[in-house]
Structure formats: C-alpha cells, structure tokens
C-alpha cells in the first residue's frame, strides 16, 4: 500500500509531499493534482494523514525548512 501512496505523491512532488490534505486542497494547481490522484487511488487523502510526515512511508517528504536562508546566515559569521 505504501508503494502506491508513494507513487502517488510523485504528482505534487516534494511540494506538496509534506503539506497537509487540506493545505493541498487550498492551492489551486495542487488540488488539480490531488483530484487526479484521488481518480487512481482514493486512500491517499486518509493514508497522507498519517504518512505525510513519516519518511519511512512518504519518500518525497523532506524535513528541510524551504523558508531557511543559510547564506545570509553564514554570512553573518563572516562579515
């Protein structure tokens, strides 16, 4: 099952991997996507509940903070 809920998230990518059913359904180009996904495989809403976080089930989730600057961070330090 979790092969399938992966190879659906390769829709909305590692953008939408880590956002939350209702967080994907307020963006308009993403809920394009979900509406295809849930045609093939109409668990994926309830399985990404639970699995949208979790790496072991969610492959394209990243932990990364897309709003981190480590440039200018770093910078700091050196100028």
Do not use: R
């Amino acid at each position: 099952l979790h092969k399938k809920y992966n190879e659906a998230n390769k829709g909305p990518g590692s953008t939408g991997a880590g956002l939350t059913a209702g967080e994907i359904q307020d963006n308009q180009e993403l809920k394009k996507l979900l509406d295809k996904i849930l045609l093939n495989f109409p668990w994926w809403e309830d399985l990404h509940g639970f699995w949208h976080t979790n790496p072991s089930y969610n492959t394209m989730f990243s932990t990364a903070d897309p709003g981190q600057d480590f440039v200018a961070e770093a910078q700091q330090h050196f100028f």
